[in-house]
C-alpha cells in the first residue's frame, strides 16, 4: 500500500480500535518503507512488530 493512501484510511479510520487482519508492505513512489500497515485502519507496524503479531496469531491458531 502506497504511503499516502495508508494515510488517507488511517484518518478516514479515526480511532476505533482495529484487530489489524491484513498487514501490507508499505511503499513510497514505489520503494518498500521498511515497515507494514494495517490494510483496515492504516497503523504502521515495523518489520519486528509484525513478526511479533505473526508469531502470536499462529500461538492462538494452533490452541483452537
Known amino acids: 500500500m502506497e504511503y499516502y493512501v495508508a494515510q488517507q484510511v488511517k484518518d ?3 480511532d476505533k480500535q482495529c484487530d489489524h487482519p491484513h498487514l501490507e508492505k508499505e ?3 514505489g520503494a518498500f518503507l521498511i515497515n507494514f500497515v494495517c490494510s483496515q485502519c ?8 509484525k513478526l511479533e503479531m505473526d508469531e502470536v496469531r ?3 491458531a494452533d490452541k483452537l
Do not use: L, P
Not at 492504516?42 to 512488530?49: D, K, N
Open 42 to 49: 492504516g497503523m504502521e507496524f515495523t518489520i519486528a512488530q
Open 58 to 60: 499462529k500461538i492462538k
Open 12 to 14: 478516514a479510520w479515526g
Open 27 to 29: 511503499y513510497y513512489t
